[in-house]
Every structure is written in structure tokens, then in C-alpha cells.
């Protein structure tokens, strides 16, 4: 059986100046030798120069968000098409932080999703749940309720990434056991093919939360692990480079 190869992204979260980009390009200097496929996604601020220095190497760069609407009266926010015209490749939509900061739902995800295909980006939707959630027996419920509600029909064909971020294991050095992180995986590979058949037993499954050098290599081999979705080591490339090699 040939192993897919494994998606590894750094989420930078609202961290990252212009002095920053130099760490960037130190994971692309050191991510050429790494089998897996490698992306940043920076604060959008960075995006287009991120793109520009990373050009030539395999890192790709992707945001964080978009708004699903083209253009038009929302201040603050930027649309799929800008992302794509900065240089972006990739989008993380749906994150546990927009859902609970932002009160975005499930159909304000799907609708992201397609306007990011709309716009060329591959997106890595993500999905996870509480603690209370976990410690009430309904995880399992949660997460695959979550992708049903968020994954568009247009996916169907598309390369697009799904991570399961327990939002109790985002940046709190707690994780999952990796029995647990198998079960969660198996139950989303399963989803995945209910709603896209053949299509959806392709799609890269991502582990994200606390990933870190020294549990990398136990996640990334769990089954139905296809990478990683990493923040807060994703910001110094030394760390985020022993992950990238982990895979
Ligand atoms: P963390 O964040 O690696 O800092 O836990 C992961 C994420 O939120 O994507």
C-alpha cells in the first residue's frame, strides 16, 4: 500500500512581525528534506511577502480565515479571492477559536469552504469538541455532527484536509490518548466516505492540539493520522521542524 503523504501546517494563531519571516524561512530551508508537504499560515499581514520569500521552496503559505462574501461592507475581514491574489494556497477554516470567539456556525463554515474553493484555496476545516462535550460521552456525536454541517457538497473531487482539534488539547500541553485520537480519526474516515464515497477515503485527516517534538512521532503514526495542524510550536523552526521530520 503506498502511504499518502502527510500534510504538516503551522498555524501562527495572531503572532508574527516582519522580523518573523526569517523564521519562515528557516523551516523552508529545513523542510526540502522532509517527505511530508509542509505550510505556514501566517497572520494575513504576512501573507503575500511569506509567499514571495517561500516561492521557490515546498513550504506553501495559507490563511487563516476568509469571509465567505467576495467583496463588500465587511470591515475588517478579507475575502478568498484576496488570500489567493496575496499568494495564499491554502486556507484553515472553521477553527475552534473563530467558533467559540466568533460564534461561527457550522453553515457559515460550509459557506467558507466553497468560497475558498471558489477561489483555487485547498482548505483544512477543522473540527473538534469541548471537554464537557467529551466527558459527557458525546464526542464522537460532536465532531461528526460538525462535519456534516460544515463540508459543502462542492468538496466532492476537490483536495481539501479535515483536522480534528480537540479544542481541550489546544495550547494546554493536554492531548488525547492515541487510542483515542484512532477512534475519533476511524469515526471522521468514516463520515468522510458517507459523504464523498471513494473521494473521502483520500482526504488527509490532521491531528491538532499540544503536537509538539517529543509526541510527533506517536500521532503522526496513529492510524488514520495523515499530519498535523500545529500552533504554538509552529512558531520556532527548530520545533516545527523536528515535527516536520517526525512525519
Ligand atoms: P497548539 O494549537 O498546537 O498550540 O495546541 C493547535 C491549533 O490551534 O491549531
Known amino acids: 500500500m503506498i502511504t499518502p503523504t502527510p500534510l504538516i501546517a503551522g ?63 465587511y470591515t475588517g475581514d478579507i475575502s478568498a479571492e484576496m488570500l489567493a491574489d496575496a ?25 467558507k469552504v466553497e468560497a475558498s ?54 495550547g494546554t500541553g493536554l492531548t488525547p490518548t492515541t487510542s483515542e485520537i484512532e477512534e475519533m480519526h476511524r469515526a471522521i474516515r468514516a463520515t468522510l466516505v458517507d459523504l464523498f464515497g471513494d473521494d473521502g477515503a483520500g482526504v488527509p485527516i490532521l491531528y491538532g492540539g499540544s503536537v509538539k517534538p517529543s509526541n510527533a512521532a506517536e500521532i503522526l503514526h496513529a492510524a488514520e493520522v495523515g499530519g498535523a495542524l500545529v500552533g504554538g510550536a509552529s512558531l520556532k523552526a527548530s520545533d516545527f521542524l523536528a515535527i516536520v521530520d517526525a512525519a
Open 117 to 170: 474553493l471558489a477561489a483555487g484555496l485547498e482548505p483544512i476545516v477543522c473540527v473538534g469538541e469541548t471537554l464537557v462535550e467529551r466527558k459527557a460521552g458525546a464526542a464522537l456525536t460532536v465532531v461528526t455532527g460538525q462535519l456534516r454541517g460544515s463540508l459543502p457538497k462542492a468538496l466532492a473531487g476537490k483536495s481539501f484536509a479535515v483536522a480534528y482539534e480537540p479544542v481541550w488539547a489546544i
Open 11 to 73: 498555524n501562527w494563531k495572531m503572532n508574527g512581525l516582519q522580523a518573523s519571516l526569517a523564521e519562515a524561512c528557516a523551516i523552508a530551508e529545513g523542510a526540502g528534506r522532509s517527505r511530508a508537504r509542509v505550510a505556514i499560515c501566517p497572520p494575513s499581514l504576512l501573507v503575500h511577502q511569506m509567499a514571495e520569500l517561500l516561492a521557490d521552496t515546498k513550504v506553501v503559505v495559507g490563511g487563516q480565515d476568509v469571509h465567505w462574501e467576495p467583496s463588500g461592507a
Open 87 to 111: 499568494g495564499a494556497k491554502m486556507v484553515i477554516i472553521g477553527h475552534s477559536e473563530r467558533r467559540a470567539c466568533y460564534c461561527e456556525t457550522d453553515a457559515m463554515v460550509a459557506r
